[in-house]
């Protein structure tokens, strides 16, 4: 059992270095067994911040996660490599995120075999296996991984993942960088290898479209805090923050032609100097007075949906 995982707890305060780190504070995000939850914002928002505490990359500076409801800072080395075997990343850039100069049996097969999950004798067969589970022939493995295409790089990223047997993967922007027919494609992947090995996913995204076929659930962050969260459907037929409604009417509706961006008026202010209040005032055409002090808490408005906007306490 995966869930409640990432339960990240009170003020996570700002993450140390590398320096492009966005800050995430007072985040608390669920994510549970078999579970898809796609977590959307703008770039800079915290997402790929909040992400990589969740697979146990970042370490957040205050704050918790827990994996099957046990804390990690209380589990032994052991049980903490473990816990974060399981919650495995699929990166935005299979480009970046390869080593070109190593053969795909060696990028694939060296977690398993440092971990035990293979043995030398066995490892060919192994990472042929799991090649082929990410839609690749097994006759890839030794070749380059600067051989293949964007697409099939990709895949090899998740043979990657998948080679050490996860519960999770984390996918930070994963088909972002991808040609629109190969991304669907590998959101395809995704939802195939959900059913036969029945993963769980953070699904992480600057773009609500990409997550909307694919997400149980749905966390909208800004600025470093999430401000709605709720079913997917609910996300997308009834938006209820101003930010969601604004990301949503971005998103171009099937039948129509061209892309109409109405384009959230505004820069998006930096993370480390949020605005005072809610940090969407400055931005929001909605915004009264007490939006200018005042930070809105998340507050449930419907069964399992919660939203973060002081219109809510509107008669
Ligand atoms: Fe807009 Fe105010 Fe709601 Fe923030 S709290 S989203 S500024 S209406
Ligand atoms: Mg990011």
Redesign the pocket.
């Known amino acids: 059992k995966v869930g409640p995982l990432g339960r990240l707890g009170q003020k996570l305060g700002l993450v140390s270095p590398p320096a492009v780190t966005a800050a995430v504070s007072d985040v608390s995000l669920d994510v549970f067994k078999g579970e898809v939850v796609g977590l959307v914002g703008e770039s800079g928002c915290g997402k790929s911040t909040l992400g990589r505490m969740a697979a146990g990359i970042l370490k957040p500076s205050s704050g918790d996660i827990y994996v099957d409801g046990q804390n990690i800072r209380q589990m032994n080395s052991r049980e903490r490599k473990h816990a974060q075997l399981r919650i495995q990343m699929v990166f935005q850039d299979p480009y970046a995120s390869l080593n070109p100069r190593l053969r795909v049996s060696d990028i694939v097969g060296e977690s398993p075999l440092i971990h035990g999950l293979t043995t030398a004798r066995e490892l060919d067969s192994y990472v042929s296996a799991q090649l082929e589970r990410a839609g690749l022939s097994a006759t890839f493995r030794n070749r380059f991984a600067h051989q293949f295409s964007g697409g099939q790089r990709q895949r090899i990223g998740i043979a990657r993942a998948l080679a050490v047997q996860p519960d999770m993967l984390v996918c930070d922007e994963a088909v972002a960088a991808l040609d629109v027919s190969i991304q669907a494609q590998i959101l395809n992947l995704f939802m195939d290898l959900r059913e036969e090995l029945g993963l769980t996913y953070l699904f992480i995204s600057h773009d609500l479209s990409v997550v909307e076929h694919f997400s149980d659930r749905v966390a909208i962050m800004y600025l470093g805090k999430i401000v709605e969260s709720a079913s997917a459907q609910d996300i997308f037929s009834k938006p209820n ?3 969601t409604q604004a990301l949503l009417a971005e998103i171009p509706r099937m039948g129509e032609r061209k892309k109409v961006f109405t384009t959230i008026k505004g820069e998006i202010p930096s993370p480390l100097n949020p605005p005072s ?2 940090h ?2 400055p931005r ?1 055409k ?3 007075e007490r ?1 200018k002090t005042e930070v ?1 808490k998340l507050k449930g408005i419907a069964i399992n949906h919660i939203s ?4 809510n306490d509107m008669p």
Request: net charge neutral.
């Open positions: 923050h101003p930010y209040g809610c969407f005032h929001c909605y915004v009264m939006c809105p973060a906007c002081h219109l």
